[in-house]
């Protein structure tokens, strides 16, 4: 009798110590929580509602800066630009990385070797690679040319002709799919054998083996890639920022390049326009949510999980 | 027979590719020890061999300074989440708590929110505590563990079977020692995988010096990278001969730690898309 009524009390004794042993565990996020991410957004929120600049105290103007949105013309050239590259670049970049994660997964051994050559461009620094971009991409004297020189191609001004800057950064962006590529090769990897084999029985070619076999059984690892990929491309910076943007350079046609994150930097940090700068976050926040939501919705069906939906 | 064929094909390839990728590197390797009018022609060996160029770049630029700015506060940021993400992640993952998942919800939620929304306000915090032109605040945020490394080391700690703290909690250690001396020991792959991936993102980053530097002495190198490249491309007459030779001097230590911890890297990469 006595012993039933202590032991209620001890149980919830034992699951607070638990629960304060947790929470002394978790505090550092909780704290990172409450400063770094819940605050800043409240704060975004309302001072995109403000026309606030650093110097001056805020100054509350309602919707205004979302009613700017709609009038700025640099803000639909800047959506304009990021969707473009985003369209060409995340479907180019899974492609690659699958054919090239298909080849290595063909080649037998000394794969090691080919997963450290593709893997090495992730490793320089994005600054690096938009000097790069300019280097590669010159049209006077860029390596790429005298590629295509060789073939008795005349190449385009790759970094100065307003049409092919983005095409230029495109290509450029391909040069660090190195990741994916082994994300794909692991996934390769996990396929059962069995699958081929009875594939192979029943006489299906290496095209259709591939395309009924392999891409429904990786599918949901090009998912992943394929979202992750998206909102990468939806908020790419320093390649552009650094090959187009910044002090002193006056030289470049950089209206094509202006990504929508360029825009919003240059709106926060250079010209102080903080409030507008959150009503442009915001912005880009719905329309990353909005993209993501409709290709979840869409790509769903064709992805594959085994054991069923998840 | 076809067999044969095909797995020459496919090298043949491989190799065509691996040409590709690996070129804009001994490209611009080369590059950096040619004189300044040889520095665009498209030989791989120099003609004329010189130091010149990395002389020019240690006289224009205090790079040693940069990097050892970088240094610091990529040690610091990879340390600093590397520990706090796998306590919180430890939190998650080993206890049992009311709303626990709930919880553990938020923090998933929190990698999906684009960096962009908080830039500004975080700014401002940082603005309004004078940290603006330090280095803190490109280290300091780490303190708090970070949402991605959190969700990647609570999988592995998952993945643990518990009977050795069970043991270790009847011989009486207590929460913090069941986490560092059992714990942490058992998942250092995942442990060595943040500190790479941090100390890799710390490293290459430019928006944030971007956003906090001001002054040149407290530029990290990709931030002092960008204003050579202001001041040597942009900035009037060409020098592309200082902007890449320094660019080689950015990429080499980052190749270098790719190579020491290549395992790792890939290992790590693989497991991370494969939770898709």
Known sequence: MSASRTKAPRRRRAQWIETRAALLFISPWIIGFLVFTAWPVINSAYLSLTDYDVINDPNFVGFDNYAQLFEDPKVGLALRNTFVFTVLSVPAHIIVSLGLALLLNGATRATGFFRTAFFLPKMTP??????????????????????????GIDGPAWTTDPAWVKPGLVLMSLWTVGSSVVIILAALRAVPQELYDSALVDGAGWWRRTLRITVPMISPTLFFLFIVNTINALQSFTEAYTAFFGSGNTTYSNDAALFYAIYLFQQAFEFLHMGYASALAWLLFLVIMAITGVQMLVTRRFVHYEGGQP | MRRRIRLILTWAALSGFAIAFIYPFVWLLSASFKPRSEVFDHRIIPETFTFENYIKVWNEAPLALWMANTLFVTVLAAVAVTITSAMVAWGFAYFRF????????????????????????????????????TLTPLWAQNLFGSAFYIFLLRQFFLGLPREPFEAAKIDGANNWKIFTRIALPLCKPAVVVTLLFEFQAAWTDLMRPLIYLRDSSTFTVPRGLKALLDQFGFGGEWHWEIVMTASVITTVPMIILFFLGQKHFVRGIATTGSKG
């Open chain 1, 126 to 151: 994005p600054v690096a690679v938009g000097i790069l971009l300019l280097l590669l991409f010159n049209g006077q004297n860029g390596l790429i040319n005298g590629f295509l020189g060789v073939f």
């Open chain 2, 98 to 133: 009311p709303g626990r998942n709930a919880l553990f919800g938020v923090v998933l939620a929190t990698m999906m929110l684009p960096g962009v929304v908080t830039m500004v306000p975080v700014f401002l915090i940082w603005n309004s505590l004078g940290m603006v032109g």
